[in-house]
Nanobody, 117 residues
Framework: QVQVVESGGGSVQPGGSLRLSCAAS????????MGWYRQTLGKERQLVAT???????NYGDSVKGRFTISRDNARNTVYLQMNSLKPEDTAVYYC???????????WGQGTQVTVSS
């Protein structure tokens, strides 16, 4: 059984920063890629950032230049450094881990990020 656990969400004022962490664990699990998505009420889940095991990144247009994704491959952990946060960044942030080989996707339970003055 693969578990994906996020941490680091919270409340921050506009212009502030937060760092999210996500760890994927399970017997024999190794990841092909991991990433972050976000969702607000009534809207579809959207891409924030992904990072492959080979180091290739992909960012959503709205976060380019402000957010940075990084990872610790040995620990199947991915991080999201969020700077210059805006109220429109408010959402539940979900971590996704894609298993190498099977390409099965596993999701975390989500962590709330609120940007408000």
């Amino acid at each position: 059984q693969v578990q994906v656990v996020e941490s680091g969400g919270g409340s921050v004022q506009p212009g502030g920063s937060l760092r999210l962490s996500c760890a994927a664990s399970g017997s024999g699990f190794s990841n092909d890629r991991m990433g972050w998505y976000r969702q607000t009420l009534g809207k579809e889940r959207q891409l924030v950032a992904t990072l492959t095991s080979g180091g290739r990144t992909n960012y959503g247009d709205s976060v380019k230049g402000r957010f940075t994704i990084s990872r610790d491959n040995a620990r199947n952990t991915v991080y999201l450094q969020m700077n210059s946060l805006k109220p429109e960044d408010t959402a539940v942030y979900y971590c996704k881990a894609v298993e190498a080989g099977s390409l099965i996707a596993y999701w975390g339970q989500g962590t709330q990020v609120t940007v408000s003055s």
